[in-house]
């Protein structure tokens, strides 16, 4: 699988961003064509990641959430969102369903239940008091 085009950026954690990171990153896999779909899928799963870092990760301090991505040959899009914050205590709970640390600001528990829906992959990485990092991928099809 080789890389055919890359990019990173950072940005504060803060809510407004959230569409910063959405229009950046499908800005970034315009040149692919996708489906109104497959962009609309991507943009949502990098929203439920950027929330989480804000929310979860940094807990509404200030913090820097970090994103980079990859087009490889094969059409794949891998895009990983990063924080340094506080990490997460046990992954294999936090991906279930209903499952949030924030219950008193009524979150629903369906962000990573969200971006796996909506990609072929998700892997979730963290380590508590040094962040976690969301590898997204997704494949995007050829159109005809």
Known sequence: MKTVNEMKLSFPSKSCNEAFARSAVSAFI?????TVSELSDLKTAVSEA?????????????GTI???GRITDSRRVII???D??????????????????????ERA??????MQSFCDKVKVKSA??????VTLEKIIAENA
């Open 30 to 34: 315009l040149n692919l064509d996708p």
């Open 66 to 68: 970090y994103i980079s």
């Open 109 to 114: 528990g369906l962000g990573f239940a969200v």
């Open 84 to 105: 340094k914050g506080c990490g997460i205590a046990d992954v294999g709970q936090a991906m279930q369903p209903l499952f949030t640390t924030a219950a008193e600001e």
């Open 128 to 133: 508590e008091g040094k962040g976690t990092t």
């Open 80 to 82: 990983r969102v990063r």
């Open 50 to 62: 950027v929330t989480n870092c804000i929310v979860h990760g940094y807990r509404r301090q200030s």
